[in-house]
C-alpha cells in the first residue's frame, strides 16, 4: 500500500530559527512530490515541486530535497517568520498502480513572534 | 503556475438537497482532475480520479451513487453531492493536471454545510 508520513504532525518554534519537515514515502516508484502550504479553512498553496529526477528545488527562503532511494523529502525553512505559520502537506504522485496524489498527514507549524 | 477556479466557496444547503461544485481549469487543458475531502484537522482524502471524456475512478469506500463526478471537458468537472446529509459536511477541494506526470494545481476549496 502506497503511504505518505509525515514527522512531526505539529512543530511550534521561535521566530527567527531553520527549521526541516520531513515526508516519507512508502515506494520509490514516483513522478514528482510536491509540498503545499495550507492555512486554516483555506486551499492548498503549491510551495515547491521536485520531479522524480530531481534532487532538490529552492524558492526563497524554502529548500525541498529528494531522495528517491530512502523514500524521503524534507522541506528546510530559513529564519522562520509567524508569517509561516501554517499546515504543511507534501503529496507524491506514484507511478504505479492507480495513478493518483496521495498526500502525507500534515504538519501545522507555528512560529512564535 | 496555472489557475483551477473552484466554485462556490462555501455553501450551506438543506439535508435531502443536492449541491453542485465546479472545477475549472482556466488557462490550460486538464486530463485529469481529482477530488479530495478534508475532514478538520486531517489531511486531504482522494475521493475519486476523472478523465475527460471517461467515468470517473472512485476511491474504496466513496460511494459513486451520492458523489457524481462529471469531467465533460478539459476544463470543466463538477462534484455534485446527491441528497445531502449533515454527515457530508466537508470541506472538498479539486485538483487539475495536464499531462501525466506534471504539476497539479489546486482549487481553492468548497465549504459544504449541510444543515
Known amino acids: 500500500k502506497q503511504e505518505v508520513t509525515q514527522i512531526p504532525a505539529a512543530l511550534s518554534v521561535p521566530e527567527g530559527e531553520n527549521l526541516v519537515l520531513n515526508c516519507s514515502f512508502t515506494?520509490?516508484?514516483?513522478?514528482?512530490l510536491q509540498w503545499f502550504r495550507q492555512d486554516p479553512g483555506k486551499g492548498l498553496t503549491s510551495l515547491l515541486l521536485i520531479q522524480s529526477s530531481q534532487r532538490e528545488q529552492t524558492s526563497g527562503r524554502l529548500n525541498a530535497s529528494l531522495d528517491k532511494s530512502s523514500g524521503r523529502s524534507t522541506l528546510y525553512i530559513a529564519a522562520s517568520q509567524p508569517g509561516d505559520s501554517a499546515t504543511y502537506l507534501c503529496a507524491v504522485l506514484f507511478t504505479s498502480g492507480t495513478y493518483k496524489y496521495i498526500f502525507g498527514t500534515g504538519t501545522r507549524l507555528k512560529v512564535l513572534a | 503556475g496555472a489557475v483551477v477556479s473552484q466554485h462556490p466557496s462555501r455553501v450551506i444547503c438543506k439535508s435531502g438537497t443536492s449541491v453542485k461544485i465546479e472545477c475549472r481549469s482556466l488557462?490550460?487543458?486538464?486530463?485529469?482532475m481529482f477530488w479530495y475531502r478534508q475532514f478538520p484537522k486531517k489531511s486531504l482524502m482522494l475521493m475519486a480520479t476523472?478523465?475527460?471524456?471517461?467515468?470517473?475512478?472512485?476511491e474504496q469506500g466513496v460511494e459513486k451513487d451520492k458523489f457524481l463526478i462529471n469531467h465533460a471537458s478539459l476544463t470543466l468537472s463538477t462534484l455534485t453531492v446527491t441528497s445531502a446529509h449533515p454527515e457530508d459536511s466537508s470541506f472538498y477541494i479539486c485538483s487539475a493536471q495536464g499531462q501525466m506526470g506534471t504539476e497539479a494545481f489546486f482549487g481553492q476549496g468548497t465549504r459544504l454545510t449541510v444543515v
Open positions: 488557462d490550460f487543458q486538464a486530463t485529469t
Open positions: 476523472s478523465n475527460e471524456g471517461s467515468k470517473a475512478t472512485y
Open positions: 515506494d520509490s516508484a514516483i513522478y514528482n
